[in-house]
């Protein structure tokens, strides 16, 4: 039986990269005019590019360009809520984030991480 986060289809991935990626970097990667589609979560920036739910018009789009970990916590796609702070979260909600970590990671390359960002383990 396959685990619990094991996407439906085998994927490919490239090797996690550290590259340093600013906060105006990840925000210019939003989906918008063709551009990359980029999603931050506890700083490590995956590459979503591939995926409509991230797109414009998609339901996740508000995470696209930032780090939303504290909205994947709450399981939430409000805009108020796509920010990158999430240690002040109940141990249940830290979970989710964690479980979030696990489902992305098997799905998207790592491109880089957010220079500077505090919310990392």
């Known amino acids: 039986m396959a ?7 085998p994927v490919n991935l490239d090797p996690p990269k550290d590259d340093p990626i600013t906060l105006e970097e990840l925000a210019q990667a939003n989906g918008l005019e063709g551009r990359k589609t980029y999603v931050a979560i506890k700083g490590k920036v995956y590459d979503v590019t591939g995926n409509k739910a991230y797109q ?4 996740y789009h508000v995470l696209a360009g930032r780090d939303g970990s504290r909205a994947l916590a709450l399981m ?8 990158p702070e999430w240690q002040d979260l109940d141990d249940k909600q830290k979970g989710v984030l964690n479980d979030w970590v696990t489902f992305f990671s098997k799905r998207y390359n790592v491109v880089g991480v957010v220079h500077g960002a505090t919310n990392m383990e």
């Not at 685990?3 to 289809?9: V, Y």
């Not at 414009?56 to 339901?59: A, L």
């Open 76 to 83: 939430s796609t409000k805009i108020e809520d796509a920010k």
């Open 3 to 9: 685990g619990k986060f094991e996407p439906k289809a």
């Open 56 to 59: 414009e018009g998609g339901p």
